[in-house]
């Protein structure tokens, strides 16, 4: 990578706490564009669940990394993180200013910090026999397996995150090396503002439920209906977003659609822990602002005497 002198806007925080809709006034104002940090949003046809920006708003800042694969496909971090450099290199050839934003902690740190990721190609046969060894025991059985071989990893992954615990022995047993010991750093050669929004989860918490019962209202249940219809199984990674793989259960088990909707809900709001768990244990200089008394037009100074600081 190439980019001496070349900065980079991270925009984190919790699902819901706003950071889409300032990234935007943000990039609007510093000739900037949006590159997105978001596991669900690089998926095609899953808009409602995964809280797209709208039409709308991509007209307004060009976005880029959203609807990048279909829901089948099982992007890997790495791949993730070679686009974004892609991504970010091509906005600085062409004097743009990249944000990199969204809440999935792992890929904003992969590229910040430079993550040397193991090439381990995905086995399907030993996930599904790990997968079939967490449904005959527990996630945290599982886990216990992950922290005999690799407790540095055991210890920084939770032991519900199955997919990533699965993942960490997948790449144990094909390199012969727990990943821990794989994932070096080199973090690429940028200028870095890192902020981040936070909210107390008492106004947090209802302002995400809010925003799930606004998902029903503008369609999700016949959303996720559509992804099924079109083959796309529940059990495939990407439907296992917030919100998908509850709704499935009321389109398949008939799941009562209030409980299913109440399970989002709880769901999302252990999400956010999770969340605020990552960005705390990975914190490298993080500017934080509370949403409720933001000064946007002081932080798009602060900005502005940041970069020309450069």
């Known amino acids: 990578m190439t980019g001496e002198g070349k900065s980079l806007v991270i925009v984190l925080g919790a699902t819901g706490v706003g950071k889409t809709s300032l990234a935007i006034e943000l990039a609007g104002a510093l000739n900037g564009e949006i590159v997105g940090a978001d596991s669900r949003q690089i998926y095609r046809y ?14 307004l800042v060009p976005h880029h990394l959203i609807d990048i694969a279909p829901p089948d496909y099982n992007l890997s971090l790495a791949e993730y993180q070679d686009a974004a450099y892609r991504c970010i290199a091509e906005l600085h050839r062409r004097g743009k200013l990249p944000f990199l934003v969204g809440g999935t902690g792992q890929y904003i740190s992969a590229v910040e910090e430079g993550w040397s990721i193991p090439r381990v190609p995905p086995n399907p046969e030993l996930r599904a026999e790990l997968e079939a ?3 005959d025991n527990s996630p945290a059985a599982l886990h216990d397996r992950l922290r005999q071989v690799d407790p540095v990893s055991a210890d920084r992954i ?48 209802p302002r995400v439920d809010r925003r799930v019962d606004a998902m029903i209202a503008a369609g999700f249940v016949d959303e996720v209906q559509r992804l099924l219809d079109m083959g796309y199984d529940r059990s495939l990674p990407s439907m296992s977003g917030l919100g998908y793989l509850e709704i499935a259960g009321h389109l398949l088990d008939d799941l009562p659609l209030d409980h299913a909707i109440e399970r989002t809900k709880f769901s999302t709001h252990e999400f956010i822990r999770q969340q605020d768990v990552w960005f705390r244990r990975h914190d490298n200089g993080i500017l934080w602002h509370n949403v409720a008394d933001l000064d946007t037009d002081a932080l798009i100074q602060t900005l502005r005497d940041w970069l020309n600081r450069g």
């Open 46 to 59: 899953m808009d409602i669940g995964a809280a797209k920006p709208s039409a709308a708003q991509q007209a």
């Open 158 to 205: 939770h032991p519900n995150n199955v997919r990533r615990v699965i993942r960490a022995l997948e790449v144990q047993i094909a390199a012969g090396k727990p990943i821990s010991e794989l994932q070096g750093k080199r973090p690429p050669p940028w200028r870095v503002f890192r902020l981040g929004l936070t909210l107390p989860r008492a106004q947090l918490y």
């Open 133 to 135: 060894y967490v449904a």
